[in-house]
């Protein structure tokens, strides 16, 4: 097996490179022909993923977070060089996903796991979404989320991790109102005041929340929520609602799959691409089928694919 590891040195809280290395010294015990390219700056992981394409490659292993599988993923689509991962990141929902363990703290050989997994995985196709001309693989998010992504400050979420996102959400949440919006679904159309949309390719969302449990990753379908209201108590009613998943069965949420969305907002709100903020609103977000080969471990949690 030939692949390009796609490095993201500014990925999670420290260095790991001696973690990545003991991985990648696993693989080539296996057999496999590695090389490394190091990111420096936005987008260099598309570049490296579409050079692994062009010089015929096999997988290209993320190595960071969910940003760099997404960039990543966006080199690849439409190949058929398939995306693996080493978890370096901070959250890593892709790799959680999957059931890949990320490189927690007091996991200090998941790196070594998720090379495993990569060794003795197999290969499933899976959908992507695209927003405005932009694949996800994850998650398209218009309102309250983006504009939380775009509050935190790279060097807040390398000290803090996770936590960064917390303080940020407050804060932004606070002050954050609902928005007249107009969605077109499939050519059907809704007018809402929402405080946030989300385009959903898989399940999970930030982590620990099954935002889109009905979602499978191979359906031809995105998973479209509307949260509707306006102001701090509908947002924190919202988010005690998810946390305890009972959010598909508030009222003011609603719940489509779709191929299609067309995003209209009588003022921009921001919108984020598997939690990297891209643009504003107006947007058209589709799905492509079968866009990403992807590798998978054995054994997968349930209901990710139709046929699982």
């Not at 067309?262 to 990297?276: F, G, N, T």
Request: aromatic share 6%; glycine share 10%.
């Amino acid at each position: 097996m030939k692949a390009q590891v796609i490095f993201n040195p500014n990925a999670g809280q420290r260095d790991r490179r001696h973690e990545l290395k003991a991985a990648m010294a696993y693989l080539e015990d296996h057999g496999w022909q590695l090389t490394l390219k190091e990111t420096r700056g936005p987008e260099e992981a598309t570049t490296y993923a579409r050079q692994a394409v062009a010089e015929g490659y096999n997988v290209a292993v993320a190595t960071g977070g969910d940003g760099t599988v997404s960039e990543v993923a966006n080199g690849l689509a439409g190949s058929e060089v398939a995306l693996g991962m080493f978890p370096i990141g901070t959250t890593n929902v892709w790799a959680l996903q999957m059931g890949i363990p990320p490189l927690w703290p007091l996991r200090q050989h998941s790196l070594l796991e998720a090379a495993k997994v990569l060794a003795k995985g197999h290969i499933r196709r899976v959908d992507l979404g695209q927003v405005n001309g932009r694949y996800f693989l994850l998650w398209a998010g218009v309102g309250l989320d983006a504009k939380i992504t775009e509050e935190v400050e790279p060097e807040a979420k390398k000290r803090l991790g996770a936590l960064a996102f917390v303080i940020a959400g407050i804060m932004v949440a606070k002050e954050f109102a609902g928005t007249k919006v107009q969605v077109t679904i499939d050519g059907c159309e809704v007018k809402r005041r929402a405080i946030l949309i989300v385009a959903s390719n898989a399940q999970l969302y930030a982590g620990i929340m099954r935002l889109a449990a009905q979602a499978r990753l191979d359906d031809g379908l995105l998973d479209v929520l509307i949260f509707e209201g306006q102001g701090f108590p509908a947002t924190l009613r919202h988010l005690f609602s998810v946390l305890t998943n009972r959010h598909l069965r508030d009222p003011q949420v609603e719940y489509y799959q779709a191929r299609r969305v067309k995003i209209i907002s009588a003022k921009p709100l921001s919108v984020h691409a598997d939690d990297e903020p891209f643009t504003t609103t107006p947007v058209e977000i589709g799905v492509v089928p079968g866009a990403l080969r992807v590798v998978v471990p054995q054994t997968l949690p349930p209901g990710l694919f139709t046929n699982s």
